[in-house]
């Protein structure tokens, strides 16, 4: 069965530290990688997202780490926030097209950053 | 705004009974999906629908009932709910015309006792 492994499972943080998550994908056919956030009773949505093109993406505070030949990537959270605590996802899919046949998550990080 | 809606938000269930989870995107997405969220085992696919008049197995199915008669609708059904169905459910869509980005609905909690 195609695996997502992520870790930490849960990680304490204090304001304005950095926060670092990561996984790591068995199928080499997987092209996008997101990282989805979920806070408390809401749904997950997604935050951030990577192609293997390209190494790294950075989206404000927020920055996707790729490294295609150990199969791994990971978030990491600059100057983290109180507001930042939450569960983090990351999944690994097929770009386009792959429905759920090509979509796997990781099992989840709760991340809390302390005042 | 334009999203998923997911009904009921909380029910509390005796076991043995049947329950009918709601799930309607406004999107037009082409596929929808079933999740389940339990502590520690993060997101686990119960069902899903890649366009409607079709259905899969997830990774936890049994116990569980999906239908897609149109493009919007995507209910659950538990036939007889037991206790390890206890669980918060997620309702999910996505596109297939571009990035697969999943688009959840705000979850429905269930206790069945």
């Known amino acids: 069965q195609q695996q997502v492994k992520q870790s930490p499972q849960s990680l304490i943080v204090q304001k304005g530290g950095i926060s670092i998550i990561n996984c790591a994908y068995e199928?080499?056919?997987?092209?996008?990688f997101p990282w989805y956030q979920q806070f408390p009773g809401k749904g997950p949505a997604l935050l951030i997202a990577?192609?293997?093109?390209?190494s790294e993406k950075k989206e404000g505070r927020f920055t996707i780490s790729f490294n295609k030949s150990a199969k791994q990537f990971s978030l990491h959270i600059m100057d983290s926030q109180p507001g930042d605590s939450a569960t983090y996802f990351c999944a690994a899919s097929l770009y386009s097209g792959g429905g759920a046949d090509g979509l796997t998550f990781g099992k989840g990080t709760h991340l809390i950053i302390q005042p | 705004i334009a999203g998923i809606t997911q009904a009921p938000t909380s029910q509390i269930l005796a076991a043995g009974r049947r329950m009918t989870l709601r799930c309607t995107q406004d999107m037009r997405h082409n596929a929808m999906y079933w999740y389940r969220q339990d502590l520690g085992l993060g997101l686990r696919l119960i069902h899903y629908?890649?366009?409607?008049?079709?259905?899969g197995k997830g990774e936890v199915p049994d116990g569980y009932s999906v239908s897609r008669a149109n493009t919007d609708d995507f209910p659950l059904t538990l036939a007889s709910a037991v206790p390890s169905q206890t669980s918060v459910y997620f309702c999910?869509?996505?596109?297939?015309?571009?990035?697969?980005?999943?688009?959840f609905g705000a979850g429905s909690r269930l206790t069945v006792l």
């Open positions: 629908s890649n366009t409607a008049g079709t259905t």
């Open positions: 999910a869509s996505s596109d297939w015309s571009g990035a697969n980005v999943l688009t």
């Open positions: 199928n080499t056919a997987f092209d996008y």
């Open positions: 990577i192609r293997p093109d390209v």
